[in-house]
T-cell receptor, first 109, second 117 residues
Framework: GQNIDQPTEMTATEGAIVQINCTYQ??????LFWYQQHAGEAPTFLSY??LDGLEEKGRFSSFLSRSKGYSYLLLKELQMKDSASYLC??????????WGAGTKLIIKP | IAGITQAPTSQILAAGRRMTLRCTQD?????MYWYRQDLGLGLRLIHY???????GKGEVPDGYSVSRANTDDFPLTLASAVPSQTSVYFC????????????????FGPGTRLTVL
């Protein structure tokens, strides 16, 4: 079956760095998405990886290893506004997105 | 409008009633999706439409129907609501003319919170 695993909750300190991991098993693979979702709001797009390696976008970076079925989202210089859930989603052979349950990130001052 | 709008924002519904959730986008995206989001679970695809005039079933289609008469609108209908359909419903769209590329990114509406009693 198809499956996405990511930690349920993580806590980090303002100004620090945090890495949110995601492992996936899908029928075919056409890329890995990361979305941010603040409480009570809609998910918003953060990043997309289809090739192995690191994609950097400001304070956020995303990494993909296709051979390991693994991705991570790296958040640097954490700010209180980064408190949110982070959703990992893999695109399968039919280009449908398979979603993880999300990682709730709590930032402490 | 800019982006995707959904209506209503929230609704409390008696079991057995019929309900249509509305979704409209003004980005001229050809693909649209309906998801439900429940606590502790990932977003689950209910139905999708790759282009106006076509629809497909997602992971959890039972009890729901959709139509896609034009590019902009993609309503979701619950024919006879049941308490297990209590959820937050998100509509999304993507410009999937080039599937598997960043242009296939899905953009979400603000959601409808539905409670079925």
């Amino acid at each position: 079956g198809q499956n996405i695993d990511q930690p349920t909750e993580m806590t980090a300190t303002e100004g620090a760095i945090v890495q949110i991991n995601c492992t996936y098993q899908t029928s075919g693979f056409n890329g890995l998405f990361w979305y941010q979702q603040h409480a009570g709001e809609a998910p918003t797009f953060l990043s997309y990886n289809v090739l192995d390696g690191l994609e950097e976008k400001g304070r956020f970076s995303s990494f993909l290893s296709r051979s390991k079925g693994y991705s991570y989202l790296l958040l640097k210089e954490l700010q209180m506004k980064d408190s949110a859930s982070y959703l990992c989603a893999a695109s399968d052979s039919n280009y449908q997105l398979i979603w993880g349950a999300g990682t709730k990130l709590i930032i402490k001052p | 409008i800019a982006g995707i709008t959904q209506a209503p924002t929230s609704q409390i519904l008696a079991a057995g009633r019929r309900m249509t959730l509305r979704c409209t986008q003004d980005m001229r995206h050809n693909a649209m999706y309906w998801y439900r989001q429940d606590l502790g679970l990932g977003l689950r695809l209910i139905h999708y439409s790759n282009t106006a005039g076509t629809t497909g079933k997602g992971e959890v289609p039972d009890g729901y129907s959709v139509s896609r008469a034009n590019t902009d609108d993609f309503p979701l209908t619950l024919a006879s609501a049941v308490p297990s359909q209590t959820s937050v419903y998100f509509c999304a769209s993507s410009d999937s003319t080039e599937v598997g590329t960043p242009t296939d990114t899905q953009y979400f509406g603000p959601g409808t919170r539905l409670t079925v009693l």
